[in-house]
């Protein structure tokens, strides 16, 4: 870096006086709402110019305009100038116990946008100067946000139990599940109840887990059978619609499309086992946003019952 950016005098003071000149294009307005001479002024950014080595601005008799570098320590100061005004509130806000960052992960089966924005709208007045971010998840995805990407608390991981002593679970309740066809796929008008010599014909519609350093794990896919994998439940939902495999759905969503008769809900000689769900949080680090997302959730509150819509109590 160039000397003279290094030892360039970007005290508060010379940035105010920046800052008043280039929103009011005038140095004498500038003067005016800083209580000092014109004089003062245009000195002042003559200095703060020498100082970074390049002109802030171009000066005509009649105008003041930004120079290229000046419009990018505008925006680089007013930034400044707004975190410095926001400072004190973000520092009494950690030391109530709200975590300035918080990162909240959802299962992806349980994941709903319109939920998420409702409930992120609901955080951001509730505690206004927290970064808050949503992160969706598969399967064992879940955990490996929790363990090893930093998130403090999600909804959603696999199975009743912490994965180990850093956590704590409540149990949300179980996922059951319904064999689904398009309704125009060769089994959907098959003898019942369909064996697995049957079903391993067709490929299986899966969700890629999403953990990087837990062992994935795969939902349904029979000795054999052909699989195809998607991002998503609803990249799933529609394979099912196009007829392109066979699989389980959660039960609550297949009894939705099954009435809209877009699926068809067949019964099969090996079922799916009902698939545990709890609430996952840090035992440390952790403070008052989690606390209320775990107060709403115990309480079933509106906000986050269409994040629980597909769980069987």
Known sequence: MPDHLLNAKLDAEALQTFVAVAQLRSFSAAAELLHKTTSAISYRIKTLEDSVGTPLFQRTTRSVALTPSGEVLLEKASQMFEWLQMLPEELQQVSDGIEPHFALVVNNLLYEAGAIAALLAHLAERFPHAQIEVRRAVYMGVWDELIHNGAQLALGVPGFHTINDDFITEPLGVINWAFVLAPQHPLA??????????????????????????????????????????PDLDAKIACHKLGLGVGFLPAAVARAL???KQLVERPVVVGRSPSPL????????????????????????????PLLAVIDA
Do not use: C, M
Not at 192 to 218: E, F, M, W
Not at 282 to 293: F, H, Q, V
């Open 189 to 230: 008008s098959a003898q019942v109840p369909l064996g697995n010599d049957q079903l391993r014909r067709y490929p299986a519609i899966n969700i890629r887990d999403t953990s990087h350093r837990l062992t994935k794990r795969t939902a349904w896919k029979l000795s054999g059978q052909k699989e195809f994998i998607v």
């Open 258 to 260: 099954v009435q809209r």
């Open 278 to 305: 709890a609430l996952a949080l840090r035992r440390e680090g952790t403070g008052k946003i989690a606390a209320y997302i775990k107060q709403l959730v115990a309480a079933r509150a509106p906000l986050v019952t």
